[in-house]
């Protein structure tokens, strides 16, 4: 993620994962309440979080589920896995991640 000089970082990595900076709540605690589309008041209340913290969770789901996915290392691990070829434009790791968005990105 690319920030001005006057912008924080909302997201952390930490040994829990990624978490919402200043806190310790990670995206896994938020992710289902996202995919049930629960309003934003509401999981910032919840969550006891502030406007500019909720604020990120706007990616929706997807966006959580791409740092997860990038976190536990899918792509690599099914490449490592199937080796690639030469030829191959789309890795078959790659394919999987755009599997899976695709699958939780339709209700």
Do not use: W
């Not at 289902?32 to 979080?49: Q, T, V």
């Amino acid at each position: 993620m690319t920030l001005d000089q006057n912008e924080q970082e909302t997201i952390i990595r930490t040994e829990r994962g990624l978490t919402i900076a200043g806190t310790r709540i990670t995206l896994y605690d938020v992710m289902d309440y996202i995919k049930a589309e629960y309003p934003h008041k509401y999981i910032r209340d919840a969550f006891m979080l502030t406007d500019e913290q909720i604020n990120v969770q706007d990616i929706d789901h997807l966006g959580i589920i791409v740092g997860i996915v990038d976190e536990i290392g899918i792509v690599e691990i099914i490449n490592d896995l199937l080796g690639t070829h030469p030829q191959e434009q789309v890795s078959a790791g790659h394919v999987v991640k755009a599997l899976i968005l695709n699958c939780l990105g339709f209700g």
